[in-house]
């Protein structure tokens, strides 16, 4: 096979059909490297046709799942809701696999040996599971952390370890010269398993506490002795776990409020036309069965025939380590291949690994064959778009374009996917997420966090470009929250002029400022178009929308209609991006987002407190307080059972409302200051209510205050302001012991007496009045430095003398 990088076809255009008209979206083809126009295989120019690579399902979906399947979830619904097309969307589940069976089959061996063994799981730890997992910190070292020595043991770990890998513990590179990467990540997972382990085998701790700590030990350890005697035809040992991902999968995906695939395939029931696709890739003579049962595609002969392969990444196709990953740690490593880079379409299965029939060997699909196969199955010889995460570019879809257009070409050339779609990876501190290096945070554990929410994470990657890296910064979370925040308070605003507008009904006279967010809002659509043409640029559209929310933020006096028609189309727009879970597109008046409406468990009690906080906050700024109307008005303004107090939600509502009802009639009684009524009513706002996850927003009389949830943009400003105040507090006490100490240093310097403030071992004669004469050594002081002691005298006499009279008065 050629060594060097060939150059590749010219991607071939697809023709737009005469009397059709198509938006001018340009998209980011991975195949040509440079945005072409979108041209659907649909001859009417109406549907489009799309197959993405959906996830290995052996372990709970990570953030950067989240930014492959949210970013294009992104995109699909632009192409749909927003030019229209319609689109026919396929993923697929890789229920089997290297990563599965190993995961699938050391679980299930784990499971068997936790129940061989006598004792509860709140019990001791049996001497069989200690004896056990030593052996299996002895199998670990060996395998993963070479350096050390074989006479390594839990007693001397701690010391041999930070021995030998100092530089890692240390956060450097093993070699000298180079700086810290992926391998040096890798053996700190390493490293933190055996001491885990070590830490579980030393402490005095119950059984089920053992397991946890030692699971990554045993797991390896009891496979390497028992693996091999899984029963092959028994599937369910590792399709428990796969159902148990799968499910997890989707429900981690509707609560990012990522669309559910119109069709969803898995590789397990798609076995048969696996075979049945491998049999006539052989019989175009690309492909080749190997002794052991194996069948590998053959790349030199694929390219001698015309055809080209690594066309997504050519510049890679010769890389080991890529091609190494890509065929999986079972593969047969003794197995004879025509070429070190043909990769596998069938794997024949080792003893231990699950199988089906074929007409080679009892074994299971390659990785790559299993998306040509079910992409081919749904959508047939032309796909639209094909997307996946930018890992996958090469070699799994440079592999399955390979052994796609050798099922489908009758000639020398066959275009099998038109558009290729890659998103960027997310990573932490420069490194993309992992599960081997375990820095992943599951997409779980982060919405479970206060800085995410489906929303947040979207907005998110919506101000980024989809084809780019996303860092996660502090920077990234400020503006998230920012973008966020501004259209909180715009819909606040417009959802109030809703609730309060009567439709058909003119609020007033258009005017100047009318004319300007009009124009405002035009500029924006124009914009925000311009933006999603050129390849779904939406960090475009997020600035033109942002934009027009400035614009509205400064206008004064815009009519409603105004007002409403600028927010539904933000409405719609937000709707589009999949920013609101309950949005509806085809709802043309809506307003707004879910999420800004208090809970209803609350609204019986909040919207009248605060009209009564209103109102006494506007007689205790009038000057003149009427403490009858005051007290007439807390116990008439706010319901004593509303309607909706029907549950247990509602009672802390109830208690605040209450309690402040009651400290009005009180402060009435005493004809208290308008301070204390308005300190009353900031702590309402500030304390009660706040503490409650409700902020109440005051605005200029007459117009009432605005009543809304607590965001993270009212969090992130009230703790800056928290942190202002108490830096000032802080300085503040910082001067305030400077003086102190200033003043009790000068306090303590007055008392000693002008006339015994020499008397030192410095000086050995003095005056009448204690000035130094001579010094140590009976040496006439100098007259220069006898007229400098003379001066501080005079003023050690000066302060002296005033102590003493503050003193004895």
Known sequence: MASTVREQPPWIPPQVRPNVQLPPLKIYNSLTRRKDDFVPIDPAGKAATWYTCGPTVYDDAHMGHARNYMSTDILRRILKDYFGFQVKYVMNITDIDDKIILRGRQHYLLEQFKQEQDGSL?????????????????????????????????????????????????????????????????????????????????????????????????????????????????????????????????????????????????????????????????????????????????????????????????????????????????????????????????????????????PWAPGRPGWHIECSVMASDVLGKAIDIHSGGADLRFPHHDNELAQSEAYWSEGPRVQWVNYFIHTGHLSIQGMKMSKSLKNFTTIRAALSQPQWSARALRVCFLLGAWESGVEVTEDLLKGTTAWEGKLNNFFLKSKEIANNHTAGSVSGTKGEQDTQLLAALEKAKSDLHAGLCDSFNTPVAMRAISDLVSEFNVSKGVSDETVLETARWITRMVTIFGLDAKGDLNDANRVGWSGLDLPASAQAYVYPV??????????????????????????????????????????????????????????????????????????????????????????????????????????????????????????????????????????????????????TPEYSAWDENGVPTKDKDGEEVAKNKRKKLVKEWERQKKIHEEWLKSNSA
């Open 610 to 759: 605060s009209r009564l906080r209103d109102q006494i906050r506007q007689m205790a700024r009038s000057g003149t307080v009427d403490y009858t109307a005051i007290s007439q008005l807390a116990d008439t303004s706010v319901p004593t059972s509303p309607p909706t107090s029907t549950d247990s939600a509602s009672n802390p509502y109830e208690k605040v409302t209450e309690r402040f009802r009651s400290d009005v009639k009180g402060l009435s009684t005493e004809k208290a200051a308008a301070k204390d009524l308005l300190d009353l009513c900031d702590q309402l706002r500030d304390t009660h209510l706040w503490n409650l996850g409700i902020y109440i927003e005051d605005r200029d009389a007459p117009i009432p205050a605005l009543v809304r949830p607590v965001d993270r943009s009212l969090q992130e400003a009230r703790a800056e302001k928290d942190m202002a105040a108490s830096a000032k507090l802080e300085a503040k006490q910082k001067r305030e012991a400077e003086e102190a100490e200033k003043r009790r240093l000068l306090n303590e310097k007055a008392k000693i007496s002008h006339l015994e403030m020499f008397k």
């Open 122 to 358: 709140d019990g001791p730890v049996p001497e069989t599971v200690i004896t056990t997992t030593k052996a299996a910190v002895a199998h670990y070292i060996k395998k993963n952390l070479p350096l050390l020595s074989e006479t390594t043991t839990p007693e001397n770990y701690a010391t041999e370890s930070e021995k030998t890998y100092k530089k890692i513990y240390e956060g450097k590179a093993l070699e000298e010269g180079t700086l810290p990467g992926d391998k040096e990540a890798k053996l700190k997972v390493h490293l933190k398993t055996v001491s885990l382990a070590v830490e579980a085998l030393q402490s005095h701790t119950k059984l089920s506490e053992f397991y946890i700590k030692t699971e990554d030990i045993l797991l390896p350890y009891l496979d390497s002795l028992y693996g091999s005697s899984i029963d092959s035809n028994d599937h369910s040992i590792f399709t428990r776990l796969t159902e148990k991902f799968e499910k997890r999968f989707f429900e981690d995906m509707e609560a990012v409020n990522v669309l559910y695939p119109d069709v969803l395939t898995r590789v397990t029931e798609y076995v048969p036309q696996v075979v049945a696709f491998i049999e006539k890739v052989i019989a175009s003579g690309f492909a080749y069965a190997t002794p052991d049962g194996s069948v590998y595609f053959d790349i030199d002969a694929f390219e001698k025939a015309g055809h080209d392969y690594a066309r997504l990444e050519p510049w890679n196709r010769n890389d080991k380590g890529l091609l190494a990953d890509a065929e999986g740690s079972l593969s047969n490593k003794t197995t004879t291949k025509r070429n070190e880079s043909d990769f596998a379409l069938w794997k024949a299965s080792k003893p231990g690994e699950p199988s089906w029939p074929s």
